[in-house]
């Protein structure tokens, strides 16, 4: 796929299935899958998310999930995990960020070059 400037969120539907990827400074940035540990934690936030949806009115989100945003530097988002309590979407991505995401730190994005990308 063609990575361009000012990418749309329907550019991430052209993804290929199996693919992750983001909009970021208006380009598409495709996701690498992430390794056992990484994916096993976010998997297990999701599922004690999950339970807590009847208590906090809901639903919670694995993986691989699109959020439409509108940040300075992002139209879209995919956390490891997420909670969220706007409206469903259908097929589509939801709308708007999730009230709680996480995102699990993966092999990579250790050192001193990975600590200088994190947003605090």
């Known amino acids: 796929m063609t990575i361009k400037p000012n990418a749309k969120i329907e550019d991430l539907y ?3 299935e ?3 990827a983001e909009i970021v400074h208006g380009e598409i940035i495709l996701m690498s899958p992430t390794g056992d540990m990484p994916a096993r ?3 297990k936030i999701a599922m004690r998310l999950s339970e807590a949806e009847g208590r906090l009115h809901g639903r919670a989100y694995p993986d691989n999930v699109g959020f439409r945003v509108n940040l300075p530097d992002r139209a879209s988002f995919s956390p490891d995990a ?3 309590t706007g409206k469903s979407t259908g097929m589509k991505f939801l709308e708007g960020a999730p009230d709680f995401a996480v995102e699990v730190r993966s092999e990579n994005d250790y050192g001193p070059e990975a600590e200088r990308g994190i947003v605090k």
């Open 14 to 16: 052209q993804i290929p």
């Open 82 to 84: 997420a909670f969220y």
């Open 18 to 20: 199996d693919g992750k």
């Open 41 to 43: 934690a976010g998997f």
